[in-house]
């Protein structure tokens, strides 16, 4: 009985220690946050951030690991250069006093192997609140071109403007925004 105990013991030390965190860069070419709002009734549109920047740590073994991204408010694509100045003032995003935005968690949920949720902190504006990003998809894999580990993932949440002093033109245009992000990343 005591060398079962022993045993036991010794493999729950030993697959602890294959429990490594492992640092994932975020590639600024597979990642482009998009938020998504309803305008004036007549449409949902679609803008995006082409600069994104930040690192996620995972260690799958132990389904922990921390998410630190910030994003150049003033990369904002909405496909118009007038449209984008616009949203970039003073009633929405205020990028000469808040040039980026940030999201940051030490929070992940998994459901067996698989990353559902991740809970963090978005801040925008300066003003920071509570966000839970819903994962779609999520997979770590060789990437076939760089020849090191990826992994990559889709996640969905709902925020209001209002929230973050940007709620001009509400209800009309829609208080409510949809963000969809896509991630690609490889390890460090």
């Given amino acids: 009985m005591k060398k079962l105990?022993?045993?036991?013991?010794?493999?729950?030390?030993?697959?602890a220690a294959f429990a490594v965190p492992e640092t994932f860069v975020l590639d600024a070419n597979h990642t482009k946050p998009?938020?998504?709002?309803?305008?004036?009734?007549?449409?949902?549109?679609?803008?995006?951030?082409?600069t994104v920047t930040g690192k996620i740590t995972i260690d799958r073994a132990a389904k922990t690991g921390s998410v630190d991204v910030t994003i150049d408010a003033k990369s904002v694509n909405t496909g118009s250069?007038?449209?984008n100045?616009?949203?970039?003032?003073?009633?929405?995003?205020?990028?000469?006093?808040?040039?980026?935005?940030?999201?940051?968690?030490?929070?992940?949920?998994?459901?067996?192997?698989?990353?559902?949720?991740?809970?963090?902190?978005?801040?925008?504006?300066g003003?920071?609140?509570?966000?839970?990003?819903?994962v779609t998809?999520?997979?770590?894999?060789?990437?076939?071109?760089a020849k090191k580990e990826a992994c990559g993932a889709n996640a969905i949440a709902h925020v209001k403007?209002?929230?973050?002093?940007?709620?001009k033109h509400?209800?009309?245009?829609?208080?409510e925004v949809t963000l969809s992000i896509p991630v690609e990343s490889l390890k460090q």
Avoid: W
């Fill in 81 to 83: 250069t007038v449209f």
């Fill in 85 to 125: 100045g616009h949203i970039q003032g003073e009633d929405f995003f205020d990028t000469e006093k808040y040039p980026t935005i940030t999201y940051k968690s030490d929070k992940m949920k998994f459901d067996g192997d698989k990353l559902v949720s991740v809970e963090g902190n978005l801040t925008i504006k």
């Fill in 161 to 167: 403007r209002s929230d973050f002093n940007m709620g």
């Fill in 170 to 175: 509400a209800p009309y245009v829609s208080d």
């Fill in 34 to 50: 998009r938020f998504e709002y309803n305008h004036f009734g007549y449409s949902n549109q679609v803008s995006r951030f082409d």
């Fill in 137 to 145: 998809s999520f997979m770590c894999m060789p990437h076939p071109m």
């Fill in 5 to 15: 105990i022993a045993l036991t013991i010794a493999a729950a030390f030993s697959s």
């Fill in 127 to 134: 003003v920071t609140k509570p966000v839970v990003l819903t």
